[in-house]
């Protein structure tokens, strides 16, 4: 219930990416949210109130003239925390960026003084049209927050060109980060995150590797967003999709991570290490793949670099770093150890024969050592979870 109370008044315009706001309203619900829905006339058309109704539990207002509702628009603007507008037609935008005040939304975003988030949908010839430029870039100017429009299928056909609204999963990212920006000690900060296994060449086409699926690290990078952070991720290759708001520096070897930890590390507040770089590499890659003709193949391993020891020794003064321990089978003194020789403030210990935890799950269950020497237990929680007490604890000793 991580928006718990948090106000949300969800503005829904007209347009047939509205069926995507029924996500939004039940997603924001089921995150503890208290979302007060309101549809323009003609967003009616495509979804009838009772739908965000049953969605949110919650009166769902179209007319300016519902009787003992004369205020709403007042109360609505005032009251919420942040106000969503998705879809945001051209027409919905044209009229906010003019001031007018002729539907029950505009109203409310006339009197609005607070945050704006619009997501914008409409045929892709209309978002480019001057007008509606010229009205965003208005918009925007008085601090409305505008995520997308993305490329791809509108109700008319394909297009290579944006037009269409974004994912719900989008919208609801940046209305969490908006949320809790404002409450958290990340906001505006970087933070450094690795991610996934590594790769080590045994020819041009096999790889050394480990069972890391970069779970943890995405979600991390993910949470920390949602507090505001500017979040730079370092992932070895993954199946997982790059989170919402993240440019994703894509990295194959151990010396690859190694590099391009040292050069984000300089802008750092925060690195969390949640990659797990192959520790072993051949020492000398074949140049042409291999036939399985020549029989038994013996590989000769080298270490390679521990990014963490290398890195860390030129780190900002005030970097707060943290890293994982992954050990099989108990290992705490080992994850101290580990805490003291990388000298991180954090070190989160997760026991891979635990089941739940390792990897390859989308939960975890691990214990957080502090550099002071506090521990805290977890339970088995989702990765998400784990993410949010990691930067709990980061924010504490920010
Ligand atoms: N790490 C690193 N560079 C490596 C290996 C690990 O920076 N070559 C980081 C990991 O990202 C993690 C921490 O060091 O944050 C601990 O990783 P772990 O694999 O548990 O420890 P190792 O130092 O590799 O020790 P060992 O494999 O002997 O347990």
Redesign the pocket.
């Known amino acids: 219930m991580i928006l718990a109370g948090r106000r949300v008044l969800l503005g829904v315009s007209g347009g047939i990416a509205s069926y995507k706001s029924c996500t939004i309203a039940r997603r924001l619900t089921e995150a503890g949210a208290v979302v007060d829905v309101v549809l323009t006339p003609s967003a009616a058309e495509f979804v009838r109130p009772v739908t965000f109704e049953a969605l949110t539990g919650r009166p769902v207002l179209v007319s300016l003239w519902e009787p003992g509702q004369s205020l709403a628009h007042v109360h609505l603007a005032r009251d919420a925390e942040l106000a969503v507008v998705a879809p945001a037609t051209a027409n919905l935008i044209a009229r906010a960026a003019l001031g007018l005040a002729d539907d029950l939304l505009s109203a409310c975003l006339l009197a609005r003084t607070g945050p704006v988030l619009l997501a914008p949908a409409m045929n892709d010839r209309m978002f480019a049209h001057p007008a509606t430029q010229e009205n965003l870039a208005t918009l925007e100017k008085r601090g409305w927050e505008i995520v997308g429009p993305a490329v791809g299928a509108l109700a008319e056909g394909p297009s290579d060109l944006p037009g269409r609204m974004v994912e719900p999963e989008e919208v609801l990212a940046h209305i969490e980060r908006l949320l809790r920006s404002s409450g958290s000690r990340l906001r505006g900060k970087r933070v450094l995150v ?1 991610a996934g296994a590594t790769r080590e060449p045994i020819d041009p086409v096999r790889v050394l590797s480990n069972r890391s699926s970069g779970r943890m690290g995405y979600a991390v990078a993910a949470a920390a967003f949602a507090r505001g952070a500017d979040v730079v991720l370092v992932s070895g290759p993954t199946a997982l999709e790059a989170p919402v708001g993240i440019a994703v520096t894509p990295v194959e070897t ?1 010396e690859d ?2 590099r391009a930890v040292a050069r984000e590390l300089k802008r750092a507040d925060v690195l969390v ?7 072993f590499r051949p020492r000398a890659p074949a140049g042409a793949k291999r036939p399985r003709g020549e029989g038994a193949l013996k590989l000769e391993l080298e270490p ?6 290398s890195t860390v020794k030129g780190r900002p003064k005030n970097l707060v770093a ?6 099989v089978g108990g290992g705490l003194d ?2 101290r150890e ?1 805490l003291m020789g ?1 000298q991180l403030d954090f ?1 989160v210990h997760n026991d891979a024969a635990e089941p739940g935890a390792g990897f390859e799950v989308d939960t975890n269950r691990v214990t957080i050592i502090a550099r002071g020497g506090e521990v805290t237990n977890l339970p088995l929680l989702s990765k998400r979870d784990v993410a949010e007490r990691i930067l709990d604890a980061v924010e504490r000793v920010l």
Request: a neutral charge; charged letters at 30%.
């Open positions: 690795t151990t991570l190694r290490m949640a990659a797990a770089p192959s520790d390679t670099d521990d990014v963490l020891a943290v890293g994982f321990a992954l050990e080992r994850a580990k990388k070190i």
